[in-house]
Structure formats: C-alpha cells, structure tokens
C-alpha cells in the first residue's frame, strides 16, 4: 500500500489490520487500521507509530516519500501499544536522538513502557511547535481515553489529528467519510460505546473548549479508520448526543441461557415491549459479543438482564457482560432482570444488585421462574416488556 497524501505535504501512512478480530476485549469483524502521518514541511514531523508488528512495513511507507532519517520530529499522542508500539524500532531507524514530543503524562508513561532515553521533549496544554510554514498546537486531553492523551492540531490547515477520539474499528478501502457514507457511522458509534464512553463528561467539556479556542476544522484524522473530511461537523454532533446519553425508546434484552427456559422468558419481554412500541431486540450472550451488545446499550432507554442460575451464581457470560458494562458506565438507563432456576434462584437478585450498583432505576423486582415457563410464567414476562415499555413512555 502506498501513502496517501491527504492534503499538499501530508501523508496518511497508516496500516491495515485486516486479521485482528479482538482488541483487547473489543470484537473487530471488519479489523481496524493504525493511522499515522507525515507533515514535510521546512522541518519533518511524524505524527504517532503503530503496533509493534506492523513497525517495518510503516518505516517502509516513509521510504517510499523519504529518507527516514530526515524525519526531525516525533510527535507521540498517545501511549497505548496500537499507537506507539512501533516507536523503538522507528526511533532507531530515524535516529534515537529525534526529539519526541508528547504530553507531561506521556513522558511518564512512555517512559515505563520503554525503559529508553529517548529525547523525550513533554509538552504543556496549548505548547506548540513550529516547522516552517506551519505549526503544530499541542491540547491535552487528559482521560480521553488514557491519562496521555493529547490532540495536536495544524492551524494553517485547519487540521486536528485526534488520536483515539472519533475513531472506529474499520479496515475497508475508504479512508474518507465521503467516500464511505452514512456506513461509518455504526462503526464509530460502537467505539465510543465501547472506549470513550466512561469519559463522556469530559467529552462534553472537550467540545466546549474547542468552541471557546474558535478551532476551525476542516480535516480531524483519528488513529484508526477514516478520516473526516466532508463534513467534521456530523462526527463532533454524533459525539455530544452520544455523551449526553438521552435515553430513546429503545431496550436491549440481554441474556444467556442454559436449556431455553431464559430464552422463552427474554422473548415474551421482547414481545411485550413491542406490544408497546419500543424497538427491542434480543442478545443472547454466546451469539452476540459484548461489544455489540454496548453498541446497542449506548441509545437504549431500557436494559433488561437475564440469567439462568448456575451454582448458586450468574450464568458466566452474564457476569463477565455485567462486569463489562459497569466499567464503561452507561448513564440515565432503567433495568430489570430475570431468569429460570432449578433449585436456589440467585441470579435474579444477584443482577439486581449489579444494576442498582450502575444506578440503573430498576422499575421491577425482576421475574423468576422454576424450571420451564408455563403460560403463566410467559405471560408475566410479557407483562413486565410492558411495564418497561411504559416505564419508557414516562
Ligand atoms: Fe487506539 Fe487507546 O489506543
């Protein structure tokens, strides 16, 4: 793959991850890209690395536009592994001496990481850097999504490079929204439900400091997938709905099931639900992944948790669902749970608690049943689907 000059003098050079299917937790069915960039001007800048193992074939880009070693700058944005993981074997190809740039954190950080004596240069919120004609402004952005995390953006273009923010988990052919459309957008919702959203106050704050700065934006490269170009607005506005977290008309039932009694009870919720008119689907926890399951939690008003008990305890996918979702912590939801039991019939209360530990208003006690749903038990869950659904309403 060759760069792609972006604008006159500078260059994605990013690779693609076409094979990686799990980061770190996270399902990637379409693999993702590591997105780094060269600005040449009167002095040189790379902008972020990539993973460890994808190091030479970045160095081999740079080759195909430069000498490596007249890079002057290395600019780091962030310390996690996708994005600086190639910095040792670029360090020595450009030459170890290369001042680094990053922020105060990243210094920290980079330092444990690596154990290197790198020219490390920390900069300060607002710091910049010029390199002839053009200038790079560094903006911290602290816990977006590491304690590292900074922006920097070009002035003269009118270009932020954003490093995780605005990203999606994307390895198509496009690398420009106008060239992929309204497609991108359930990738970047996904990212944020699954990365930026614990931090979406600080995102709402992050908006409003780019505002009061008056930064104009034409172009915002994240670290991986496409770029925004068409329109930067649409992405920004995505965010701040997305962080604001207002609850649509919407549940997702999420379940696992031993022998299908959980299962009959998540669709008669399901069909009361939509008895209602609340979009509600079904996600049984060995079909879909958890990260799938948050995507569709980001918007939804509605969360309904079921579990079959299993040794006096969750049902193991349950758990490790529940565990998940706590840490990124969705906001402004209400709960419910339910499940079968053969003999004890913990699960229920055990949900229970782990949703009224996300501060999830729980509208029900929750319906548990022994054994097989009869007529009886399917109806209750029917009625408990409605109960939500109006719960919705109000
Ligand atoms: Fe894409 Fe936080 O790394």
């Known amino acids: 793959m060759k760069p792609l000059e972006i604008v006159k003098d500078i260059y994605w050079l990013g690779v693609v991850d076409w094979n990686i299917r799990d980061m770190h937790g996270y399902s990637t069915p379409d693999g993702t890209t590591y997105n780094a960039f060269l600005i040449v001007d009167e002095e040189i800048a790379l902008i972020d690395t990539t993973k460890k193992d994808f190091a030479d074939e970045l160095i081999d880009r740079i080759s195909q536009i430069m000498d490596p ?35 105060k954190m990243g210094f920290k950080n980079l330092s444990r990481h690596f154990r290197q004596k790198w020219n490390y240069q920390p900069v300060e919120d607002g710091g910049e850097l010029s390199l002839g004609k053009r200038t790079l402004s ?39 929204d106008d060239e992929i459309g309204e497609a991108i957008m359930p990738h970047a919702a996904k990212y944020f439900a699954n990365i930026l959203l614990p931090y979406a106050p600080r995102i709402l704050k992050l908006v409003e400091k780019v505002k009061k700065l008056g930064l104009a934006l034409d172009m915002i ?21 997305w962080s604001t977290q207002k609850p649509k008309r919407k549940a997702v039932v999420v379940y696992d099931t ?29 079909s879909c992944h958890r990260s799938d399951v948050m ?35 969705p906001k402004n939801k209400i709960g419910a749970a339910f499940g079968s039991y053969g003999w004890s019939g913990e699960a229920v209360k055990l949900i229970n608690k782990e949703l009224e530990a996300m501060k999830f208003e729980l509208i029900d006690p929750g319906v548990k049943i022994q054994y097989v749903p009869d007529d009886q ?14 719960a919705l309403s109000g």
């Open 69 to 103: 070693r007249k890079i002057d700058y290395v600019i780091s944005n962030h310390t996690e592994m996708d994005h600086s993981g190639g910095l040792p074997r670029v360090m020595h190809r450009i030459g170890e001496d290369k001042p680094l740039y990053c922020s």
């Open 138 to 176: 560094f903006i911290e952005t602290r816990m977006l999504h590491w304690p590292d995390s900074m922006f920097t953006y070009v002035k003269e273009e009118r270009l932020l490079f954003s490093s995780d923010a605005f990203g999606q988990h994307y390895a198509g052919p496009s690398r420009f």
């Open 221 to 241: 490269c994240p670290d991986h997938g496409i770029i925004w170009r068409k329109d930067t607005s649409k992405i920004i506005n995505a965010y701040v709905e």
């Open 258 to 286: 031993m022998w299908h009694s959980t299962e009959k009870m998540a669709e008669a919720i399901v069909a009361g639900l939509g008895e209602e008119g609340v979009e509600a689907r079904p996600m049984h926890l060995r």
């Open 295 to 329: 995507a569709e939690v980001l918007d939804a008003g509605a969360v309904v948790v079921g579990s079959p008990t299993l040794n006096n305890g969750l049902f193991p996918t349950v758990s490790d669902f529940l565990t998940y979702m706590k840490g990124l912590r």
């Open 377 to 390: 038990g399917i109806e209750a869950c029917y009625q408990i689907g409605k109960k939500i659904a109006q």
